[in-house]
Structures are given as C-alpha cells and as structure tokens.
C-alpha cells in the first residue's frame, strides 16, 4: 500500500480501484479525490508517454503532494465542476475516472480542522478553507427544524429531533464554537454503549451539510456518465450507506434516484453497465494495515 506525504493520507484499496480503470497506457484518466496522490501516482505508473491524469482537490493542503509529471494536471476545485474544467483543458472524453469519496486521514488529525471529536478545536469542517460556512455557523444558525432534518438525513440518528431542541436551547445562553462545547451539549444524548459512533454520525452529518457532499457527488457522477467514453471506466470507493446508495443507483440507472427506465423489451435503460455485481471490500491484510478502511466499498461500472 502507498503511503504519500506521511502525515497525510494512506492510500484505500490502490491496487483493486486503478484495476479497476483498465488502464490504457495512452488514455486520458481522472482522479477527482487527490488527496495525498497515492491513487494518482499509481495511475500514472500504468500511463504511457502519452497517456495523462487530471487530478481534482479543493483543499489547498493537497496541493503539496502534487506530482512532477509532464502527464499529469492538477485541478484545485471541487469535484463537482468536472464537466466544465474537462471543457476548460478541451478534453472531449476520458477514459476513465476514479474517486476515493473518504476523508482524508489528514483532515482527521489535523486538530485546527475540526473534523474529529478527538481535539477541542474551532468547529470547521470545510475542505475549501476558502470559502462557504463553516459547521459553527451551521449549528448556531440554522434553525431547530433545518438542524433535525441533517441530522437524520445525513446521520441517520434516531433522536435527530431531540438533539437539534438541545442545540438550539443551548446556544441561546452561548454561541457553539468549539467541537468540544458540540460534545458537552450533546453527550447527555447518546447511550453510553453508543455514544462513539452516535457522536461519529452527528459529525459526519455537519460535515456532509458544511460541503455539500450529495450534491457535489451526484453532479460529479452524471458528469462522469458525460465525459467517459464508450469503455471507459468508473471506479469509485464509497464509506458510507448515503454516498454508495447514490453510487450505485448512478451505475444501475443512470440517475441519483435509481429510476429505471426501460425500452420496449424491458432491458433497463442507462449508460453504465456494472462490471463488479459485489462490492469489493478491503482484504484481512489491508484492514490490518489502515483499519480506517473497515467500511471501504469499491464499485466499477463501464460506459455503455
């Protein structure tokens, strides 16, 4: 497993997700999760001298992994601008794109990001440092009904309701700024035997909110159906159950929704066909090495 810019990122099911490209030694490829480069360094090792990778990253930290390469091109901006930034370079069609939708190790211990429960850090959460609102803002001015619908939506937390009416009470004597105020608010909220993974959900639900995570991914994906050409491949790792439901409805139907449209003999009509009906997950091996990889899902679809 590659492990690039030590500090930032371990590189999640590397080998089975580029396999998955089928690379072409000649053939135009995306990464829209650069990150610490380990995915594109691979897909670069598999490119001839006139093969090329476009690499996307809106983090501003990513940019100090980036590659010296002649065939590679790195992007600073959110993912869900393919379509238009692979107009911008005039490239027609790709061969194939990747995506590692997971954050970043990175962003986990980075203590001023306020990504995890682990450090009393300002509550922050945007992977753009350069703009949009942050999860204080979130917590603090949305209201009672706009925090309990992200909290089910994007946590799947059972008392969603009855978390938001404790936030809402709460800032009312003192504005939430800290991750650590976040957790003496809440705590009282969540089972004992539950309360590490409950407190992971109603993170991963502001961080979700704060980046607008289903959104960008579900223009990416109907990007992707657009600028891959017939055979190209589409290899993405999801994390968890809202990012793969959309993955896999993308890769089954065509749409976000799954909808299915079918012709006039019943075959299901949509531009991606499945080339693994499974989900690949990580091996015993890999698990060993980076357990933050247990919930780690890989699927690949080829253009019809």
Same mark, same amino acid.
């Given at each position: 497993m590659?492990?690039? @810019? #030590?500090?930032?990122?371990?590189?999640v099911l590397l080998k089975e997700s580029v396999d998955g490209l089928d690379i072409q030694p000649d053939g135009v490829y995306v990464d829209t999760t650069f990150g610490g480069g380990g995915h594109s360094r691979e897909i670069l090792s598999r490119l001839g001298k006139n093969g090329h990778l476009y690499s996307f990253d809106q983090d501003a930290d990513a940019e100090k992994n980036i590659v010296d390469d002649d065939r590679f091109t790195f992007v600073r901006s959110n993912f869900r601008y393919l379509k238009q930034w692979m107009r911008f370079y005039e490239v027609e069609q790709v061969d194939g794109l990747l995506a590692d939708l997971g954050v970043s190790s990175h962003? $986990? %211990? %980075? #203590?001023?990001?306020? $990504?995890? $429960?682990?450090f009393d850090t300002p509550l922050d959460m945007r992977m753009n440092m350069r703009a949009g609102m942050t999860a204080a803002d979130i917590v603090n001015d949305y209201t009672e009904e706009q925090l309990a619908d992200i909290f089910y939506l994007y946590g799947e937390l059972k008392n969603a309701r009855k978390i938001a009416a404790t936030l809402v009470k709460s800032r009312q004597q003192e504005r939430i700024e800290t991750t650590g105020q976040l957790l003496r608010v809440t705590e009282h909220l969540f089972a004992r035997e539950r309360e590490k993974k409950e407190v992971t959900k109603l993170f991963q639900a502001l961080r979700i909110e704060v980046n607008h995570e &289903? @959104? @960008? =991914?579900?223009e &990416? =994906? =109907?990007?992707a159906c657009q600028v891959l050409k017939p055979g190209g491949r589409l290899s993405i790792i999801t994390y968890h159950s809202l990012e793969d439901r959309i993955v896999k409805n993308v890769m089954k139907t065509g749409n976000a929704e799954g909808k299915m449209e079918q012709d006039f003999f019943g075959r299901i009509q949509s531009p991606l066909h499945l080339i693994n009906n499974k989900v690949v997950t990580p091996s015993e091996e890999e698990l060993q090495r980076n357990p933050r990889s247990r919930s780690a899902k890989l699927r690949i679809a080829e253009k019809v």
């Open positions: 590659i492990k690039t @810019a #030590e500090t930032y990122h371990v590189s962003h $986990f %211990d %980075d #203590e001023s990001r306020g $990504f995890s $429960f682990r &289903m @959104a @960008a =991914l579900r &990416m =994906l =109907l990007g």
